[in-house]
């Protein structure tokens, strides 16, 4: 069974606070995507991480790509309460047998408090 | 401009009443996936069409059927919608296989 643990499940915390996720597999993914739901809308996409050891950055969100393409970080500068939201990542399996499969991860509810 | 289009937003039905769900996406995308999210929880795979390739996700219960009758538009069918089956309803598409999946907003079912 293929899983991609992501942790922590659950983050409460002041606004001005960094804060990290986690997403860690003993498999390799050809890619691994990272989303923002907020409650009642369908997942949006905030980034796609495809090379080992790449950094991607979007304003205070950095996202990093482990370099053996098995794990993944989302590290949040200065939360605002807009970061709120459940954070979700999901990697595709480099694998004949996983030809369409995203692999989720459990998700993050992150709230920011003001 | 919306890329992927979910009707409707919010879905009342009855228990043992069919209802169908809609997506229809912009993107010229050639797989579209349908998923069940329920509270808080990772989307659950329950199918997808790779052009008209239909591929059924092995515990996916009967109950949920999909047609795809053209590239744009995808449906999801609940022949005898269950107390359990109310959730988020994802409808999602990728150009290829193991490509960035891109959501549409979502439809809430209540079953009563």
């Known amino acids: 069974t293929q899983l991609l643990e992501q942790s922590p499940q659950f983050l409460s915390i002041q606004e001005g606070e960094n804060l990290t996720v986690y997403c860690n597999s003993s498999?390799?993914?050809?890619?691994l995507q990272w989303y923002r739901q907020e409650p009642g809308e369908g997942p949006v996409l905030l980034v796609t991480v495809v090379t080992g050891g790449e950094v991607k950055k979007l304003k205070r969100l950095t996202f990093q790509f482990g370099d053996a393409r098995k794990d993944s970080s989302l590290h949040i500068t200065a939360a605002q309460p807009g970061d709120t939201g459940l954070y979700l990542c999901?990697?595709?399996?480099?694998?004949?047998?996983?030809?369409?499969?995203?692999?989720w991860g459990a998700g993050t509810k992150l709230i920011i408090k003001p | 401009d919306a890329m992927v289009i979910q009707n409707p937003r919010y879905q009342v039905t009855q228990f043992g009443k069919p209802v169908t769900l809609s997506c229809s996406q912009t993107l010229n995308h050639n797989v579209m996936y349908w998923y069940q999210q329920k509270s808080s929880q990772a989307p659950k795979l329950l199918f997808h069409?790779?052009?008209?390739?239909?591929?059924n996700e092995a515990d996916t219960p009967d109950n949920f059927q999909s047609r795809r009758p053209n590239t744009s538009f995808c449906f999801l069918d609940i022949r005898s919608p269950g107390l359990g089956d109310a959730a988020m309803y994802l409808c999602?598409?990728?150009?290829?296989?193991?490509?960035?999946?891109?959501f549409g907003p979502g439809t809430r079912l209540l079953v009563l």
């Open positions: 999901a990697g595709a399996l480099n694998s004949p047998d996983s030809n369409y499969q995203l692999i």
């Open positions: 498999s390799v993914f050809s890619s």
């Open positions: 999602a598409t990728s150009r290829a296989q193991q490509e960035t999946q891109y």
């Open positions: 069409y790779y052009d008209k390739d239909f591929n």
